[in-house]
């Protein structure tokens, strides 16, 4: 399997802002599941990806304000190979019961990037 580009993240202080302009601007269809506190972001179109937009939990700085997840087989074995690799994980193994799992890290110039393994169905 590759890794592909999977899912984006906007991480903003005015999510329902955010979430208006980009629906005004493109017509991206947006949900906002309110258990979550997390907007879904249909995206439209074929060969696209779909995000979300969110208000982090943790205090800003926020590098870049954006995220994108990066599809991998398993987590733990990609975590290693990031610090290995000389990167820095900020979130540890987080799950989104009934879809899948993820992990936060930074790269050397500091982005912040997430692996998600998706649960099969």
């Known amino acids: 399997m590759g890794n592909p580009v999977v899912h984006f993240?906007?991480?903003s202080q005015a999510p329902e802002k955010v979430s208006?302009?980009?629906e005004k601007l493109f017509g991206w269809q947006v949900r906002h599941d309110r258990e979550l506190d997390y907007r879904m972001v249909e995206t439209g179109g074929?060969?696209?990806?779909n995000g979300g937009i969110m208000k982090p939990e943790r205090e800003e700085p926020w590098p870049a304000k954006l995220c994108f997840y990066i599809l991998v087989d398993e987590l733990a074995p990609m975590?290693?190979?990031i610090k290995d690799a000389g990167g820095k994980i900020h979130v540890e193994r987080q799950e989104v019961p009934g879809l899948g799992?993820?992990?936060l890290f930074g790269d050397p110039d500091g982005r912040v990037l997430g692996i998600w393994k998706a649960y099969r169905k």
């Open 79 to 81: 975590v290693k190979k």
């Open 20 to 22: 208006s302009f980009y």
């Open 101 to 103: 799992e993820f992990a």
């Open 46 to 49: 074929q060969g696209g990806i």
């Open 9 to 11: 993240e906007f991480w």
